[in-house]
């Protein structure tokens, strides 16, 4: 999928998730998804480095 494309993606889901909330909702799922990208961004770091897998098992599971 091109980079153009991405963003019209990203700015109609924007626009449908938005649909019907309030401004004290909208400001709680932007927060949801930056957290979420930020923890996508690390992971993805993380793999690249070589660390690991993006997923592990805590010690104590």
């Keep these: 999928m091109s980079y153009d494309a991405l963003v019209i993606l990203a700015a109609l889901a924007s626009l449908r ?3 019907g909330l309030s401004s004290d909702q909208l400001e709680v799922l932007a927060a949801f998804f930056e957290v979420l990208g930020d923890n996508l961004s690390l992971l993805a770091l993380r793999s690249a480095s070589g660390e690991g ?8 599971g």
Excluded: G, H, I, K
């Design 53 to 60: 897998s993006a997923c592990t098992t805590p010690p104590n």
């Design 17 to 19: 998730l938005a649909e």
